[in-house]
T-cell receptor, first 115, second 114 residues
């Protein structure tokens, strides 16, 4: 069974540009969450989508947005990139949402460097 | 609000020995789940073990066990018979009944010495 797939794995952008990251969840999983990981802030929740609806959003500026398609694949977009957006962006999928019992299955992440 | 605290930034253990990674949490929820993840240098977060707040028995998964002390709000991970491949970052995490996100601690970097 294929795991969570994130593309691209590595990318370099310059300040002011925008970036789109993609995530394909495990087959049958309808929930996709995004996390930002930095050395200073650790793992921070960005947002979660379930059945194409955003269920929850973390404390990030509006430059960070996402969406989910009918096949559960998800994309996140960051506009007007800043140096501080350099991070590992992790996508996670799960079969359900809003339950405390289910583990999240993570992809290998997209490492973004902003110059 | 939920909070996860991991007080050990780094730990060393000799190969084949056991090691305990500490995790304490704070929540006002009665129902919650506690998780441990391993993150090797590749970046992927690998699920290790889960403990539900109502589970009376400590969770075990192979060489991993979770020492759950509810009254003390601690959920320590015990790795028995450490292997070189266990060297990685380890994160403690929590989910509540009403939030759709998982809260993570700062992590502990474990190094297994040959």
């Amino acid at each position: 069974k294929a795991g969570v797939t994130q593309t691209p794995r590595y990318l370099i952008k310059t300040r002011g540009q925008q970036v789109t990251l993609s995530c394909s969840p495990i087959s049958g999983h309808r929930s996709v969450s995004w996390y930002q990981q930095t050395p200073g802030q650790g793992l921070q929740f960005l947002f979660e989508y379930f059945s194409e609806t955003q269920r929850n959003k973390g404390n990030f500026p509006g430059r960070f947005s996402g969406r989910q398609f009918s096949n559960s694949r998800s994309e996140m977009n960051v506009s007007t990139l800043e140096l501080g957006d350099s991070a590992l962006y992790l996508c996670a999928s799960s079969r359900t949402s809003g339950t405390y019992t289910g583990e999240l299955f993570f992809g290998e992440g997209s490492r973004l460097t902003v110059l | 609000a939920q909070k996860i605290t991991q007080t050990q930034p780094g730990m060393f253990v000799q190969e084949k020995e056991a090691v305990t990674l500490d995790c304490t949490y704070d929540t006002s929820d009665q129902s919650y789940g506690l998780f441990w993840y391993k993150q090797p240098s590749s970046g992927e977060m690998i699920f290790l073990i889960y403990q539900g707040s109502y589970d009376e028995q400590n969770a075990t998964e192979g060489r991993y066990s979770l020492n759950f002390q509810k009254a003390r709000k601690s959920a320590n991970l015990v790795i028995s018979a450490s292997q070189l491949g266990d060297s990685a970052m380890y994160f403690c995490a929590m989910r509540g009944p009403n939030n759709n996100d998982m809260r993570f601690g700062a992590g502990t970097r474990l190094t297994v010495k040959p």
